[in-house]
């Protein structure tokens, strides 16, 4: 059987329209936490290349740019995602 690149798995077409809700929110979470976890390891990284002090004034400079796109909100869900990942590796 061949495999048709427009189509998932389970044989659901890969177009958000056609999902259910729950389909969205799990899809959304999960691109969240994706997010989270990048920008987690990216600071890490900036912390070991550069040190702490510049890695937070990166970050801050970072978190500017993402409020100027999505606003606060998506500033403040995307720290907490951030700090949620932490906390889970942290056990």
Avoid at 21 to 47: C, G, P
Avoid at 73 to 79: E, I, K
Wanted: aromatic residues 6%.
């Amino acid at each position: 059987m061949t495999t048709n690149p427009c189509w998932t798995e389970d044989g659901k077409a890969k177009n958000l329209a056609l999902l259910t809700s729950t389909e969205r929110y799990k899809m959304l979470e999960t691109l969240r936490q994706t997010e989270a976890k990048e920008w987690l390891h990216r600071y890490r990284m900036k912390v070991k290349e550069t040190g702490k002090q510049q890695a937070q004034a990166w970050w801050e400079t970072v978190k500017l740019d993402i409020k100027k796109r999505r606003g606060q909100a998506g500033v403040d869900t995307l720290t907490t995602n951030m700090r949620q990942q932490n906390d889970a590796n942290c056990l």
